[in-house]
């Protein structure tokens, strides 16, 4: 039996639905009520036989305050990170545009070589939106950076467990599991 222990962070601008993400995964819950996120708030996950038999992996997902008024405790938040989510809302683009942001304080708080995916969330409210959607330009970005890129929606629960799976996969070929 391998047990592993990992820190995941999610990180992103204000209101682009961190604190969803985070309950839709653990509890598979949806609130319209959150309340903004001061500092952080973290909720843990067991998973067991992933990617194998036998296997089990214990995360600790912080979920971290987006406003520019708690940057001077990011790097506490991020210090033992294993892995992140940096978290984007598709419905409002500008938040993309802060994303360089959130990678640089990664790799200064938590490590260079700590695994990321980028998440374009709340792809439910695409349609309805009337704000430019460059979905290419994401994707693009992505593999610059050597990560992935995936659309979710807390809402609807749409492929929120497959993004922390896949971050988990890498987590784990970092700390050289197969």
Known sequence: MSLYVFKII???PGAVGKTSL??????????FRYKLTIGADFLSKVIQDHPEPDTTVKLQIWDIGGQDRYKFLRSSFFDGANGALIVFDLSRWHTFEEIDEWISDLSEYAGE????????NKVDLIESSD????????????KKEKTFYI???AKTGVK????FLNLVQRMLKNVGYK
Do not use: C, M, W
Not at 113 to 120: E, K, S
Not at 131 to 142: D, G, I, K, P, T
């Open 160 to 163: 929120v467990e497959e993004a």
């Open 113 to 120: 070589d700590v695994p990321f995916a980028l998440i374009g």
């Open 22 to 31: 985070l309950h839709r995964f653990v509890e598979n819950k949806f609130s």
């Open 10 to 12: 999610i990180i992103g």
């Open 131 to 142: 704000e430019l959607y460059e979905r290419e330009s994401a994707q693009v970005f992505a």
């Open 151 to 153: 659309e979710t929606s």
